[in-house]
């Protein structure tokens, strides 16, 4: 686990933190964007959960604000039939041993002012940096919005569409995007020299005593 800026990165591992996940989730993708069912229990749970990883970012109260899913290869992955239909052909995402694909990943609503977003989602950035590089992880992939596909490409993350934009049932417009950790190394040191080295500078790590969380 590591501290930054006030903040808490870590890997989810102990229930109370897993079941923050699943709630999160379901306020964000079940009751606001409605992509998932709505529960009984307010928890968004699925099959891939039985073997994912989870990360979160957790604020000085210990609520965890931000939170993003890794389905590492070979294991089945969304895009491989939930959203099946972004890709087609030789378009298809080919899987290798160093891949893995970002789902979930979303902000608590509540927090979501510009200044507080971009905060959160940086420290999710950092952290999805630093888990790939322990991983051994070089390729990520995940699906996004178009509105999404442009914050990466600002921000300086070098992503590159397969395929293209498709409408979606609920009229939004996605598509499957890739990222290569070494292209990213090699394009923002340059593009956005700043943010790289925040991204790739090794957090502060916090001693698990001085925390109630589980370990990373």
Same mark, same amino acid.
């Given at each position: 686990?590591?501290?930054?800026?006030?903040?808490?990165?870590?890997? &989810?591992?102990?229930? =109370? +933190?897993?079941?923050?996940?699943? $709630?999160?989730?379901? #306020?964000?993708?079940?009751?606001?964007? @409605?992509?998932?069912?709505?529960?009984?229990?307010?928890?968004?749970?699925?099959?891939?959960?039985?073997?994912?990883?989870?990360?979160?970012?957790?604020?000085?109260?210990?609520?965890?604000?931000?939170?993003?899913?890794?389905?590492?290869?070979?294991?089945?992955?969304?895009?491989?039939?939930?959203?099946?239909? &972004?890709?087609?052909? =030789? +378009?298809?995402?080919?899987?290798? $041993?160093?891949?893995? #694909?970002?789902?979930?990943?979303?902000? @608590?609503?509540?927090?979501?002012?510009?200044?507080?977003?971009?905060?959160?989602?940086?420290?999710?950035?950092?952290?999805?940096?630093?888990?790939?590089?322990?991983?051994?992880?070089?390729?990520?992939?995940?699906?996004?919005?178009?509105?999404?596909?442009?914050?990466?490409?600002?921000?300086?993350?070098?992503?590159?569409?397969?395929?293209?934009?498709?409408?979606?049932?609920?009229?939004?417009?996605?598509?499957?995007?890739?990222?290569?950790?070494?292209?990213?190394?090699?394009?923002?040191?340059?593009?956005?020299?700043?943010?790289?080295?925040?991204?790739?500078?090794?957090?502060?790590?916090?001693?698990?005593?001085?925390?109630?969380?589980?370990?990373?």
């Amino acid at each position: 686990m590591v501290r930054e800026k006030g903040f808490l990165i870590k890997t &989810l591992s102990a229930y =109370e +933190e897993m079941e923050q996940g699943y $709630r999160l989730r379901h #306020e964000v993708f079940s009751e606001e964007l @409605r992509w998932a069912p709505i529960s009984e229990d307010r928890k968004e749970v699925d099959r891939y959960d039985s073997f994912a990883s989870c990360l979160g970012v957790f604020d000085m109260e210990q609520r965890l604000i931000g939170y993003t899913r890794f389905i590492t290869s070979p294991r089945p992955f969304m895009i491989d039939k939930e959203f099946a239909g &972004l890709t087609t052909g =030789e +378009e298809r995402i080919k899987k290798s $041993r160093d891949m893995a #694909e970002i789902t979930r990943l979303c902000v @608590r609503k509540q927090g979501r002012r510009a200044d507080y977003i971009l905060r959160v989602s940086n420290l999710l950035y950092k952290g999805i940096y630093h888990w790939s590089l322990k991983m051994g992880i070089r390729h990520l992939v995940m699906v996004v919005d178009r509105r999404y596909y442009r914050l990466l490409r600002f921000t300086g993350i070098p992503v590159k569409m397969v395929g293209s934009f498709i409408v979606m049932p609920d009229s939004v417009q996605a598509a499957v995007i890739r990222l290569d950790l070494d292209e990213f190394r090699e394009v923002a040191i340059y593009k956005s020299p700043e943010f790289y080295y925040w991204v790739t500078t090794e957090p502060d790590h916090v001693p698990s005593q001085e925390l109630s969380h589980g370990p990373c």
